[in-house]
């Protein structure tokens, strides 16, 4: 398993992950309480599962310093519960004599993250937010491109995003990177049912490991 931790995702064998589509890193132990260790070429590594904000789940192996890395990032990556926004009436004159800002179009992207839904028309459709390189993968799992006129009150829900919000000739919705996709509840809980049915036990992972070998990195 090929892991590389950037400042903007996890790379893992060659799929990124966003931080702000994972909700949390959490340690796997064997029956004895004790995190699951595997020695590799590098040296000792850590069992710690990944669970997405869209409820599937990785298993990967970490060193104390990508374990460290990765905490640090998640941290950072999550948007503050508690923001405000100071809006003020000036005048045309104003505006044109006003240094201009710079948007931090990463922090837009943070906020618009996977956990955030998008109602639309259609109650029984629901939204995930999905990095370009993604996109090919959800497409597979019956996922959607959605559309300006899928969205109910489009103006009223995107109207924080008039800045980092990208306008596509074919239509398709992106914050920077982000993709908004569409999906059947029905589905998407198929997808979660699947992912957890298929989830590895900590006992099978602690057999694997006494038995010298683990299956890591499973596509779901």
């Known amino acids: 398993m090929n892991i590389s931790i950037t400042k903007n995702n996890i790379i893992i064998d060659g799929e990124e992950i966003d931080f702000s589509n994972i909700e949390k890193s959490v340690s796997q132990k064997d029956s004895k309480g004790k995190i699951i260790t595997k020695e590799f070429d590098s040296g000792a590594k850590k069992c710690y599962k990944l669970v997405l904000v869209d409820g599937e789940d990785k298993d990967i192996f970490l060193s104390s310093s990508e374990a460290k890395s990765l905490t640090q990032k998640l941290r950072w ?3 503050k519960e508690k923001e405000e926004v100071e809006t003020t009436a000036i005048s045309d004159d104003s505006v044109s004599s006003a ?4 948007v931090n179009i990463d922090s837009l992207k943070r ?6 839904n998008v109602k639309f028309k259609n109650p029984d459709l ?4 999905a990095t370009e390189s993604n996109v090919p993968r959800r497409l597979s799992m019956g996922y959607e491109h959605a559309r300006k006129e899928d969205i109910k009150d489009f103006d009223l829900q995107f109207s924080h995003l008039n800045v980092g919000l990208v306008n596509n000739s074919d239509g398709r919705i992106m914050v920077g990177s982000d993709v908004l996709l569409k999906t059947h509840i029905e589905n998407r809980d198929d997808i979660r049912k699947i992912n957890y049915e298929n989830r590895p036990s900590v006992h099978s992972i602690s ?3 006494s038995a010298g070998h683990i299956e890591a990195g499973r596509e779901r």
Do not use: E, I, Q, T
Request: charged content about 30%; aromatic content about 10%; glycine content about 10%.
């Open 77 to 79: 990556s999550k948007p």
């Open 99 to 102: 240094p201009k800002k710079k």
């Open 111 to 116: 906020n618009l993250s996977g956990a955030r």
């Open 126 to 129: 629901v939204s995930y937010w």
């Open 207 to 209: 057999r694997g490991l």
